[in-house]
């Protein structure tokens, strides 16, 4: 008779990328108890459509709870993997009391700013549209139950080179940012085990943060129809829109392909979010932030 594992480890991989690199990431945990399960998507079926790679790791995980149905689930995945374990979680409610704690590695949960770019209308360049899709409110809404970690390289004070770092960020996931890692690195690299464990740990669900005035202020301009979280490289190239009395300011810069940027700072000029709208949705920006004039000014 087999013996019943400790935990079911589910890990992951991303887009372009197959299970090997996450599978030598599970090694790094010390999980000889777990059964662990690395569903291989395919190279090629990453650059496709997300629908039948959700299908396939939802399917997988049907099975395994079958088979061990009082064991409980920790959640691991990287990029695209951790989007493929939000819809999946989103789907199947009834297994959030199962599931002991989640890591996304470096996932776009905002909406991947260079998805966007490359397929703007949505209308489904590759994988771009579905990469590029918000999903902020699906995992704020999943770790007010399950412990949720977000880990995020910042190679370049902005980004991992590939994920925004704003885009890694939403309420009740404890972030951790790792400085001068890229976008590969995190799939297996030692600290990003070294922080899984020490979460593992204490796997704690985050508070979310105080309702102050900022806060306010950036929600609401992520609400803008079309709205990316954005690199704060162009932070300097901005100029000042309006200005606060607590000395927060609301400011904007067009990119040369005619993406409008909008950035939050505080009064100590330190950019608190960055955010763009392509072409498309420049009115209803324009009208928010003429909303917001009317009831300041």
Not at 124 to 150: E, F, H, M, V
Not at 164 to 170: G, I, N, V
């Amino acid at each position: 008779m087999t013996e019943t594992p400790d935990f079911i480890l589910y890990a992951q991989h991303g887009w372009a990328d197959n299970h090997k690199a996450i599978a030598k990431l599970t090694k790094r945990l010390n999980v000889s108890k777990a059964r662990i399960i690395t569903p291989n998507l395919g190279w090629i079926r990453t650059w496709l459509r997300i629908e039948p790679l959700i299908e396939q790791v939802e399917q997988k995980a049907i099975e395994t709870i079958a088979a061990y149905p009082n064991t409980p689930m920790r959640i691991i995945g990287h990029s695209m993997g951790g989007l493929i374990w939000l819809e999946i979680l989103s789907r199947h409610p009834e297994w959030h009391p199962k599931v002991e704690s989640l890591v996304l590695i470096a996932s776009p949960v905002g909406g991947a700013d260079l998805a966007r770019i490359i397929d703007p209308l949505g209308i489904g360049i590759g994988i771009a549209r579905d990469l590029g899709k918000n999903r902020r409110q699906i995992a704020q809404s999943i770790a007010k139950n399950i412990p949720t970690l977000a880990i995020a390289g910042d190679q370049d004070q902005g980004s991992d080179g590939t994920i925004t770092l704003e885009a890694t960020k939403f309420e009740g996931a404890k972030l951790v940012v790792l400085p001068s890692l890229r976008h590969p690195e995190l799939k297996n690299h030692c600290q990003v085990a070294t922080n899984i464990i020490n979460f593992w740990a204490n796997p704690v669900i985050t508070a979310p943060p105080p309702i102050d005035f900022a806060y306010k202020l950036i929600e609401r301009l992520r609400l803008v129809p079309g709205m990316t979280d954005a690199h704060q490289r162009d932070f300097h190239r901005a100029k000042t829109y309006l200005r606060f009395d607590n000395g927060l300011t609301i400011r904007t810069w067009k990119h040369p392909l005619q993406m409008e940027h909008v950035f939050v700072a505080n009064g100590k000029e330190q950019c608190l979010y960055s955010g763009f709208v392509g072409w498309m949705h420049f009115r209803e920006l324009h009208q928010v932030l003429e909303e917001i004039t009317r009831e300041f000014n």
